[in-house]
């Protein structure tokens, strides 16, 4: 289970968000029920937030390193 700002990487792209698979983003939330999932702030290199997103815990993986 994913914690509170982990930085994670989507497993595949969110083309109505316009984040492509592989985009890295922040956990700033984890909800627990009815099933878990995490609210996820992507942002651009100025670190200006570009989506926040609610992802299922298969669609992103905690990114190492």
Do not use: C, K, N, W
Not at 46 to 63: E, F, K, N, P, S
């Amino acid at each position: 289970m994913l914690e509170l700002y982990d930085v994670v990487e989507l497993r595949e792209a969110i083309p109505g968000e316009q984040l492509p698979a592989g985009a890295v983003g922040t956990v700033v939330h984890v909800f627990d029920s009815p099933s878990t999932a995490y609210e996820v702030e992507f942002a651009d290199a100025d670190g200006r937030t570009i989506a926040m997103v609610t992802l299922r815990a298969d669609q992103v993986i905690r990114r190492v390193g």
